[in-house]
């Protein structure tokens, strides 16, 4: 169980680096005419893709897995286009990287607080 915890955080990791990649790509293209912003897909999908499709409980306290259709990890909504045909706002994109951000320095704070329970579990090296 704890490997697959593992496991998770660095697919998160991962993808949150993906999802970085493409709101720079999308920053970059502010000033192509017709340009789209690209998003990525919900991590929820990823994820089903990662682990067979299903996530599961194993206790009666566990959190139940939420609906894949409340999670998003981004706003894809395109409400305007400039003259130019170019449909990027920066603000979204600037709130974007700084969500991602977040989510990429909280991902990697539970990968290294299992990381540490593992080292104290294990004791110093002899």
């Not at 915890?5 to 000033?31: C, E, F, G, M, T």
């Not at 893709?49 to 395109?78: C, E, F, K, R």
């Amino acid at each position: 169980m704890t490997a697959d915890l593992l496991s998770i955080a660095a697919k998160r990791v991962y993808y949150l680096d993906q999802s970085q990649n493409i709101l720079a790509r999308n920053i970059a293209n502010i000033d192509t005419p017709g340009y789209t912003p690209q998003t990525a897909p919900p991590f929820s999908s990823t994820l089903a893709h990662a682990t067979a499709g299903t996530l599961v409980t194993t206790h009666t306290n566990d959190l139940q897995p939420a609906d894949s259709t409340t999670m998003t990890d981004s706003d894809a909504v395109v409400s305007e286009r400039a003259p130019d045909g170019n449909a990027v706002s920066l603000n979204q994109e600037l709130a974007a990287v700084a969500r991602t951000q977040i989510n990429q320095q909280y991902a990697v704070n539970i990968y290294k607080s299992y990381i540490g329970m593992f080292t104290t579990a294990l004791g110093p090296n002899p």
